[in-house]
Each structure stands twice: as structure tokens, then as C-alpha cells.
């Protein structure tokens, strides 16, 4: 059996979260399509166990959280049984970035719903060991999930955005000019000028620059969920430990103390066997 070199390997991986589809890696690479799946399937495991490893006992100060779109092997109005739904259709990424440091502190890959919103704040508790003030937008199970999660030990805030209506009541991809933002303190005393999802939402457009099945009006969606997962996991990982933030010169982990230096591919393919020291 052929075994990939690590060089090859550390170039699919870097092309897998540079942008590139599947099929477009694979001729890059000069290797079966197949093969990059398997080699996604691998590196997203470790990437999760990585995740899992480090991202404990996070120190932060103001955290940001949003929920991405995307959609696994068709879109929902296309899914026509129960049993379709739980691997196809529409999904959310839900994301908990650390506003200062810019962490990914932990995500989640499901169905927006009251059920997911609670299990991800329920994650995002247990990963934060500080006191901190929690910006959302104003999707409605945010608030529930947060007050049976947190009750009154964070400081949280809505942000409510109102779009404007397209006068011919045109259908759009994207939502009208925003007519109005409106920020709604809900528990604590939250500081006004720091009620915000800027940042995430500016990490929602790198992982639709970086990662290619997020990026909509293309071809390049996932076909199953388990592959989606593993993109995520991966795109995540290249974001926390590998990528270098161009505001802050240095990786998210490195500026929250997660670790202490730079993560390469090498490193991830290597974990598990030989873990090295961060």
C-alpha cells in the first residue's frame, strides 16, 4: 500500500484550508480524490482531539458567539423525510470566539435549534473558567440556553439588526442595508461599548474564504455530514494553532496563552503518536 510523505500530506492539508475543493487539491496534489478524503477523515479527527485538549480553562473577557450557514448534500427544502434531515439539509456552525485574543473557543456543527443553542453554550461553560460578557445576535434560543446555562454569573447582551425591505418584495441571497442596530442588555451590567459581534462575524467570512464548503453559490458543498465535521475541525484548527492573524502577528492560541509557539501540519499528523509539548 502507498503511504503518503508527510510533505504530501502537509500540502493537502494546507490546500484543503487555503480555499481549495476537494477535486481542485487532488489535481494540485496529484493524488485520487479519495485519497484527500480519507486524509480530511484522519486530520479532522486529531483536530478535534487537539481542540478538545487545549481549549480548557480559557481565560477571557468578552466572548462573541454567531451561528454560520451552511448546507450538507442539499439544501432543506429538498429533504423529504425526518430520517434525511439528520444527515442532509441545512446545518449551523456555532462559534464562541474570545473578542481580544481572537480564540475559537469552541464550535458546533448542527441544526439551529433551542436543543443545540443550550448544548453550546453548555460547552462553552465548561471551556471558560472566567467571568465574562457574552454578545449574540438576537436569535430567540440564545437567551433561554444562557440564563438556564449561566443565570447571572456572565454579563450578556443581544445585538438586533433591522434590514431594510426590498420595495418590489424581490427575492435576495443576501439581507437588505441594515436600517438599524439596536443593543439589548439582558443579564448583568454589560459594559455598551463592548456589546459586539464584529469579530465573529468577521471570523464567519474567513471561514468562508478558507474553507471551501462554506462558500456559497459553488459546487464545492459537503456530501455527507461526517466530511463536513472533519472540514470544520480542520479549518478550526488551521485558524487556532497554525494560521498567523495579521492583526495580532502571532496565532489566536499564542495570543490566549493556549500554547506557546507556532503548530504546524507536522504536528498534527504526528499526534497521538508522538504528541509534542506545547
Not at 111 to 120: E, W, Y
Amino acid at each position: 500500500m502507498n503511504i503518503l510523505p508527510i510533505e504530501k500530506k502537509s500540502l493537502i492539508l494546507s490546500l484543503l484550508t487555503e480555499g481549495q475543493s476537494v477535486r481542485a487539491t487532488s489535481r494540485i496534489a496529484d493524488v485520487s480524490p479519495v485519497t484527500v478524503l480519507k486524509l480530511l477523515l484522519e486530520a479532522g479527527q486529531k483536530a478535534r482531539d487537539i481542540h478538545d485538549s487545549f481549549m480548557v480553562n480559557i481565560r477571557a473577557n468578552y466572548i462573541q458567539c454567531d451561528e454560520q450557514w451552511q448546507y450538507v448534500f442539499c439544501k432543506q427544502k429538498r429533504i423529504r423525510s425526518e430520517e434525511e434531515e439528520k444527515e442532509r439539509g441545512d446545518f449551523y456552525t456555532f462559534v464562541a470566539m474570545d473578542s481580544d485574543s481572537k480564540l475559537a473557543i469552541c464550535y458546533r456543527v448542527g441544526k439551529r435549534n433551542a436543543r443545540l443553542t443550550a448544548s453550546f453554550m453548555m460547552e462553552l461553560s465548561v471551556r471558560v473558567a472566567t467571568r465574562f460578557q457574552l454578545s449574540t445576535d438576537s436569535f430567540i434560543p440564545y437567551r433561554e440556553a444562557v440564563d438556564r446555562v449561566f443565570g447571572n454569573d456572565i454579563a450578556y447582551a443581544q445585538i438586533h439588526k433591522e434590514y431594510r425591505q426590498d420595495p418590489m418584495n424581490e427575492k435576495r441571497y443576501s439581507p437588505g442595508k441594515i436600517i438599524r442596530v439596536t443593543k439589548n442588555p439582558i443579564t448583568g451590567n454589560p459594559n455598551p461599548k463592548r456589546i459586539s459581534t464584529s469579530h465573529i462575524e468577521r471570523l464567519n467570512l474567513t471561514a468562508r474564504m478558507n474553507c471551501r464548503r462554506f462558500t456559497r453559490l459553488s459546487n464545492a458543498f459537503s456530501k455527507s455530514l461526517t466530511h463536513h465535521e472533519a472540514a470544520v475541525a480542520l479549518h478550526f484548527f488551521h485558524y487556532n494553532f497554525v494560521r498567523t492573524h495579521q492583526t495580532l502577528r502571532v496565532t489566536p492560541a499564542v495570543e490566549a496563552k493556549v500554547t506557546n509557539r507556532l503548530w504546524n501540519w507536522e504536528d498534527l499528523l504526528n499526534w497521538g503518536r508522538e504528541a509534542k509539548a506545547a
